[in-house]
């Protein structure tokens, strides 16, 4: 599966197969532990293959349901009271 596409569906059932082999009461040794190794490399492809799946779904979500960020109304500025106005009765 190098330099080729991967195919989810058929890592799966490859994967498949060398389970029900295991399940079989003629399980050889030697072609067991060949098989293990290529079963936990199909078990590694699905996994990654899964994470990279899950990430883009993701990322199709936030794009989908993303909302305009919330503008928070500023407060109008208040103004400085100057000289000139009357400021008596500000503190009592």
């Known amino acids: ?3 080729q596409t991967f195919n989810f569906e058929t890592a799966l059932k490859e994967l498949e197969d060398i389970t029900r082999w295991f399940e079989s009461s003629d399980a050889d040794l030697d072609q067991g532990l060949v098989k293990f ?3 936990m490399e199909l078990a590694s492809q699905l996994k990654s293959h ?3 799946v899950e990430n883009r779904v993701e990322k199709i979500k936030q ?3 993303a909302t305009p960020p919330a503008t928070t109304p500023t407060a109008a500025p208040t103004p400085a009271a100057s000289d000139d ?4 009765g500000l503190f009592g």
């Open 85 to 88: 106005e009357d400021q008596t």
């Open 63 to 65: 794009r989908f349901s």
């Open 37 to 39: 190794e290529r079963g």
């Open 1 to 3: 599966m190098t330099n």
């Open 50 to 52: 899964l994470t990279s």
